[in-house]
């Protein structure tokens, strides 16, 4: 079975930094762009990040410059690092990949950025 397991939220401060994780399994990992999502509280899901099978990396305009996602394959992990966070980063973030016309999701995990 496909799972995405998130990892790594949790309460910062502004300006500080965190790393989520995305352990993966049940596919093949190497062949798929993984995707982060985020949704904050009464705003729709946006999509933060994505890297492609060939590690080529796109990023929403609102985390340009602050946030790296990354892949390590033989792991089956994804990492989204997380830089100089603002209040507006307050969010859960979701790990999601696309095959054979399904969506699978991971269960979310929390970052909240507050002083």
């Known amino acids: 079975q496909v799972q995405l397991v998130e990892s790594g939220g949790g309460l910062v401060q502004p300006g500080g930094s965190l790393r989520l994780s995305c352990a993966a399994s049940?596919?093949?990992?190497?062949?798929?762009?993984m995707n982060w999502y985020r949704q904050a509280p009464g705003k729709e899901r946006e999509l933060v990040a994505v890297?492609?099978?060939?590690?080529?990396?796109n990023y929403a305009d609102s985390v340009k410059g602050r946030f790296t996602i990354s892949r390590d394959n033989a792991k089956r992990t994804v990492y989204l690092q997380m830089n100089s966070l603002k209040p507006e980063d307050t969010a859960v973030y979701y790990c999601?990949?696309?095959?054979?016309?399904?969506?699978?999701w991971g269960q979310g995990t929390q970052v909240t950025v507050s002083s």
């Open positions: 049940g596919f093949g990992f190497r062949s798929y762009s």
């Open positions: 890297i492609s099978s060939s590690s080529s990396t």
């Open positions: 999601n990949v696309r095959m054979r016309g399904y969506e699978y």
